[in-house]
């Protein structure tokens, strides 16, 4: 994170910049991926909130470190060359072609894939249920952020914050430790295996055959159900083995697989 650390560039941070393309879009500028199919369970129709029509990005960087990354429709060289000129972007860009697809849907897998599963696309917290996100910060911080009952982190819709002293050191924890008691993203277990009924099938259907299988529970960050994690792993497990023959090799303490 190109900014220095304090409480209030790391809640910007989160609350504006860090969302799932973060992960991707590095792979996309450094020339890895070229094309992204976002799968739905059900294909949304124009119209709808989570709607996002087929199109080409361009993506590039700025900043004075080149650490910054910018996307926008991208509608060829010379519509881009203006903007690269005047604005100080990087002029070596790269496009992505990114498109929704539902579980229904034909996709055309020729070619050289990376299949990406997050275990929160069978069952989902509508928001973030985090449990002790830490974030270290100095005494001062701390003793300033206890004094302020109307600091700006208690008033955050989202993850409660607290302050906590460990060994020494003083840290923001950010956590929801109780989940609602009801959520309409959250499914049943039987909802959820049709769900993976319906993600085995599309696999099949379309023969996709990866290089590389990433699985990420999504727990830690909240917005896989914890109490139906492991439940929709071990249906992922199946698929995986069933379909490619894949064994997962797990990364001790990291909330990722491969």
């Known amino acids: 994170m190109d900014f220095e650390n304090s409480a209030e560039n790391v809640s910007n941070f989160f609350r504006e910049e860090l969302t799932v393309s973060n992960w991707i879009w590095p792979l996309v500028y450094r020339g890895r991926l070229n094309n992204i199919s976002w799968l739905f369970p059900r294909r949304r129709a124009e119209g709808h909130r989570d709607y996002v029509p087929p199109r080409r990005l361009f993506i590039t960087t700025t900043g004075n470190r080149r650490t910054e990354v910018l996307t926008g429709l991208h509608r060829g ?3 881009l060359k203006g903007r690269f000129d005047h604005d100080g972007w990087n002029p070596d860009y790269r496009t992505v072609w990114i498109e929704q697809l539902g579980a229904d849907c034909r996709l055309d897998a020729s070619g050289q894939w990376v299949l990406g599963i997050c275990l929160d696309y069978f069952s989902c917290n509508t928001r ?3 449990n002790n996100w830490l974030f270290e910060i100095t005494a001062e911080q701390r003793r300033s952020f206890e004094a302020d009952d109307l600091h700006f982190l208690r008033l955050l819709p989202g993850p409660q914050v607290r302050t906590q002293h460990i060994e020494g050191r003083d840290y923001l ?3 929801n430790p109780i989940e609602p008691e009801w959520d309409w993203r959250v499914l ?3 909802q959820i295996a049709e769900r993976l009924k319906a993600f085995q099938g599309f696999l099949e259907r379309n023969q996709v055959a990866p290089e590389l299988v990433v699985v990420s529970r999504s727990v830690k960050s909240g917005y896989t159900p914890a109490k ?3 439940f929709i792993e071990e249906g992922v497990r199946d698929i995986l083995a069933s379909t490619f023959g894949a064994r997962i090799e797990e990364r ?5 697989h491969e």
């Open 128 to 130: 973030a249920v985090a």
């Open 77 to 79: 060289r010379g519509s």
């Open 252 to 256: 001790a303490g990291s909330d990722f």
């Open 173 to 175: 924890v950010f956590g």
């Open 228 to 230: 139906q994690a492991a």
């Open 188 to 190: 049943s277990e039987a």
